[in-house]
């Protein structure tokens, strides 16, 4: 009983100024993760996720993730958490197709998702260093969804995730416009991000439409 | 009650049903659909209680699918058929067997296959296989004219005949057949 928090040997969730430090700490590494960007018009959605450069032995790891047949992920923060999240939403899509027979709502995943990690915020335990961006079709169109560590989920047109992401999201404002084609979309998608990093970047990038309803990641 | 029949081809794999469901000795269906495919290179044949067979199949779906999104490459027929083994012999450890005979046939790197899959967990890989009540009859034709270099359009009618005689003399059998050809994957190319 030697800590002066008052909390014992357990750990202090609340900072002083009441923010929970857990989930400020996993939503700065997330700010560390690489730049990822997700942008929805009603015709498709696109994410896209800068690949960091690795050594010349040692291949990348992958940033895109098809969900379901109509729904695709990208994340940003410790790819290990990631990819554990990643695992999570694809079992939720089995699992809804299992229960109702149909593909799941990409609402459905995000509240999921959220719920999951809302529970690493209630216990003392390390709550999950990623944010996710979903995109996917279902029966309302379009869907974009933001993640966050803190359970915190959205919808929206335009997200920006990762290093610089304020940088990012700015130059996403400044260029969106619902009647944009896939081709000008990536095109701001691109630029984005390498506005967010200064240089000419790598990246990897999904598309789901509305007229296919099929998620794929588009050949570099 | 039943007549399925599964036969593998050198083009890939044919499978045939019968339509009827039987409540006892009532009909209780005449459009059943008894061969569920569970995307273009792989489909499965019922045989014994409906539900339980559409279970194995639904969950054998989603588990293919994790597992494809998973390593990146789907499950070969082999593959797909274990899992569905799997399920049935836990089933049947628990004295709660899931009451099937399935025909697992689809095409992988390798060509075509014909697995059966029981409700014991046992499976066996065939070049043709027949189940439920009018399989012995069915038995009777395939024996008869399967020869390891039929095409599946032969294979079609081979598995429409082997039906159709099962239906003559099955009461388990009748209302129809059904047929579906998975034709292979890869088209070898001519080494130049």
């Known amino acids: 009983m030697s800590e002066d928090s008052g909390f014992g040997r357990y750990t202090n969730f609340y900072g002083p100024q009441g923010r929970l430090v857990l989930v400020d700490s996993a939503l700065e590494a997330v700010q560390r993760g690489s730049t990822t960007i997700g942008i929805k018009t009603p ?15 040692i291949d990348p790891s992958e940033k895109i993730f098809a969900i379901d047949s ?5 994340g940003s923060g410790y790819i290990g958490d990631i990819l554990q999240l990643i695992d999570e939403l694809r079992v939720e899509a089995q699992r809804h197709r299992l229960t109702f027979e149909n593909p799941i709502d990409v609402n459905s995943l995000a509240k999921h998702l959220g719920t999951f990690l809302h529970r690493y915020t209630i216990y003392a335990v390390r709550p999950q260093a990623a944010s996710v961006i979903i995109s996917g079709v279902d029966q309302k ?3 974009l969804y933001q993640v966050d560590p803190s359970g915190t989920f959205f919808g929206g047109s335009g997200f920006a995730i990762g290093q610089s992401s304020d ?18 979309a990536v095109k701001l998608s691109n630029k984005a991000i390498e506005k967010a990093l200064g240089e000419r970047p790598v990246v990897e990038t999904g598309l789901v439409t509305s007229k296919e309803k099929i998620f794929r990641k588009i050949p570099q | 009650m039943t007549t399925i029949v599964g036969i593998k081809t050198k083009e890939g794999v044919v499978l045939g049903s019968d339509k009827r469901a039987s409540k006892g000795f009532f009909i209780g269906s005449k459009i059943t659909q008894k061969i569920a495919k569970i995307d273009d290179t792989l489909a499965i044949a019922i045989a014994g209680q409906l539900s339980d067979a559409e279970y194995l199949i639904k969950v054998a779906k989603a588990e293919r699918k994790l597992m494809e999104l998973r390593r990146g490459f789907p499950l070969d027929v082999k593959e797909s058929t274990k899992l569905i083994a799997n399920l049935a012999y836990s089933g049947l ?3 709660q067997p899931y009451y099937v005979e399935l025909l ?13 899959a029981d409700m014991s967990g046992a499976i066996t890989n065939e070049d043709f296989a027949a189940s439920g009540s009018g399989s012995p009859i069915a038995y009777g034709v395939l024996e008869s004219v399967y020869n390891k270099d039929l095409t599946n359009e032969q294979a079609k009618e081979i598995a429409n005949k082997a039906v159709a005689a099962a239906m003559e003399r099955d009461p388990g059998s009748g209302n129809g057949i059904d047929l579906l050809a998975i034709p292979n994957l890869l088209v070898k190319e001519v080494p130049s």
């Open chain 1, 43 to 57: 015709e498709f959605a696109l994410i896209s996720s800068h690949i960091k450069p690795t050594r010349t032995l």
């Open chain 1, 70 to 74: 109509h729904v695709g992920a990208t």
């Open chain 1, 141 to 143: 169109g379009v869907q």
């Open chain 1, 167 to 184: 940088v990012a999201l700015t130059e996403i404002q400044r260029g969106y416009s619902g009647d944009m084609n896939i081709e000008q």
């Open chain 2, 93 to 95: 450890r628990n004295y």
């Open chain 2, 104 to 116: 697992v046939a689809g095409v992988d790197q390798d060509g075509g296959h014909v697995f059966v």
